[in-house]
């Protein structure tokens, strides 16, 4: 069977075609148009920016695709849209163009949830074990999930404020990096020492898995309120911090890699408070799947792979590129989804932020699209 992935929930406009056969999905070719750097001087997201970039972006990167494989429209089985959460004018132009090909071409149509996307990223790569506890750390989220099956996921625990990414980002605003700054703290942190008293681990003193970074956010804030020469003076240019790296930019490196990695510490360690809780709750569990922007941090990365192998459970962690939006991840959701009978109409509907999204497809195990 062959999938195309639409996503367009955010600031990447991302297509992808997966070949799924034997119960794997095999990657073919993949389209990715990023809209960091338009959106970047504005410190976050602009939607109708988003929203009329998606749209010009997307026929060209199709015809990429095309070009990549040798494929074309009238080879696609089915097309995979991210619905939500997200963005509703970003993803109303991606929904509009899968609905458009599908009527065009025939395929099957399935909406996706977009952070259960995330959470599959790992099996693009190997094998992902189930039952399995889910971490996912977005721009937009902090959710912990139990994942039982592709198409089963129960919310455990979830942020009541901030996002780790958004904690990130507004860290970075702080100093007056460019947006998305998470990852520039990261790197800043590289191979530094965190001073684990500096800031307050966040919401862990209750015997919950939910979370909240805007008192972290707050000390650091409060921190640096006192600190305004480790701010950058003018903001970075984000392909002179990419040609430069963060740290030579910086007039003060040393100090503000010392906060950066106290920081990017307070973060893991929340994280991985909450993750231990929920493990010791949950049974059964096979694995710990981690995945969403921020785990691509490698803080995370190497807080999370000590719990699973402490525990002895299999760990599943995409690469970076896999970590953050991509189209890849939900053409493998989507046709897990159809190989176990679920479908959408042509009514389907997009979801913004903030409501969750609906089970609302149809179940027919007979009716059954592709074979993975
Ligand atoms: O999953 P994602 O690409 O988009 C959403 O669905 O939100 O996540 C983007 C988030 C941003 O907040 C970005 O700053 C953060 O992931 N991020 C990082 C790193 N790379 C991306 N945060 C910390 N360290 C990183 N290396
Ligand atoms: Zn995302």
Redo the contacts with the bound molecule.
Sequence with gaps: MLVLGVET??D?TGLALVRTADGQARLLAESLASQTDIHAVFGGVVPEIASREHQRMLPPLLADLFAKTGLAAADIDAIAVARGPGLLGSLLVGLSFAKGLCLATGAALIGVN?LHA?LLAPGLEGPMRLPALGLLV????THIYRMDSPTRFTLLGRTLDD?A??A??KV?KLLNLPY????Y??ELSRGVQPDTALFPLAYVHNDNLDFSFSGLKTAVAEYLGKRHHLAYANMPDAQALRREGASSLSAHPEELALVAASFNHAVAETLRIKVERALDREKGLASLVVA???A???H?RSSMAAVAQARGLAFSLPS?AL???NAAMVARAGALALAAGYRHGLDLESVPRGRSVPTDWTHDPNLVVGDA
């Design positions: 929930s955010c990447e977009h995330h977005s721009g937009g989220h996002a990414g958004e990130f980002d970075a998305p700054g998470g990852r703290l990261d969403g922007g921020v691509a941090n490698s995370v970076p970590c953050t939006d």
